[in-house]
């Protein structure tokens, strides 16, 4: 029932995306390309990829893809890990630099199949960094649901895992996920599709799956 419904706002091209004790800033309302691939579980939603409630609110966003489905770069970075996780599966971390806040923004891609990049490689917006396949079914953090998980946190977690898993895995602060929405090149809550040849202000995200 949830996902029909947030299905429905995405044929409008409207989500609303709130949040617990967060800035006004992050109340934001989002704006879908119709032709993007569908966000199945939003930044800050109590609703799974699977349709369930989550324990916790989700500190990514979720999209659905075919087998194949290809994941881009959301910026210019540089690969700081490539890493199957005991629960994420094949993760790419891109360290993208510094947001148009000055803040820093480094991105997990997590529950992929395939990955097309290794550690120290330099990858320009767009680029493509993976594809999702069936694997995701070996891992518990899928919700059963072929996806890519992107996050965003401001310091990656290097050297040694120990016993860290999911998000926090990869990303120092990946229990307080940085908002996506909030850095979208055509503006705050503009999710904005790639377009080859074109020009993005530097410290922006174009969204990390291709728009038909």
Known sequence: MLRSFLGVLGCLGLFTVYGEAVSAAEKLRVSVPRNAPDIISDYRSWMGANGLRRPARHQ??????????????AADGTVVEVDTGPCWGPTVVVDHGKGHDGKPLVAAYGHLGTTKVRTGDNVRRGDIIGHLDNSYRKFKCTAAVRHVHFQLGRKHRSGPKGTYWGHVRYLVDGKKGVNPHLYWAKGPGKITCFQPGRTYPKGTLTYPAACN
């Open 60 to 73: 990514g966003i979720d999209i659905a893809g075919p087998v194949g489905f290809a994941v881009h770069a």
